[in-house]
Nanobody
Framework: EVQLVESGGGLVQPGGSLRLTCAAS????????MAWVRQAPGKGVEWVSG????????GYADSVKGRFTISRDNAQSMLYLQLNNLKIEDTAMYYC???????????????RGQGTQVTVSA
């Protein structure tokens, strides 16, 4: 059974930083693309960042490029997202999602974990 457990969210002021962590189990982590997606209240799920399995190459949404950094530790089956220079509009529930293959995600961003809340407020 695929399990994805996110942690590291919290309340931070604009300009602050957080590091999100996702602990994965139940599948061969190193063989799958992984991603972070987010959902703000009243809005749809938004892709934030993804990282390919074979070479660890990352990709970012334009809204977070230059501020967020995704990484993975295949030996520990861990996914990370470093969030720097946070903005109020980054407030959302952040989810870790498992890919469909080494280089693609599913259409509905499932399976994903229960999420960790990031709130950016002055």
């Amino acid at each position: 059974e695929v399990q994805l457990v996110e942690s590291g969210g919290g309340l931070v002021q604009p300009g602050g930083s957080l590091r999100l962590t996702c602990a994965a189990s139940g599948f061969t982590f190193s063989a799958y693309m992984m991603a972070w997606v987010r959902q703000a209240p009243g809005k749809g799920v938004e892709w934030v960042s993804g990282i390919f399995a074979p070479d660890g190459r990352p990709g970012y949404a334009d809204s977070v490029k230059g501020r967020f950094t995704i990484s993975r530790d295949n030996a520990q089956s861990m996914l990370y997202l470093q969030l720097n220079n946070l903005k109020i509009e980054d407030t959302a529930m952040y989810y870790c999602a498992k890919g469909a293959t080494a280089t693609s995600m599913t259409n509905d961003w499932n399976p994903r974990g229960q999420g960790t809340q990031v709130t950016v407020s002055a």
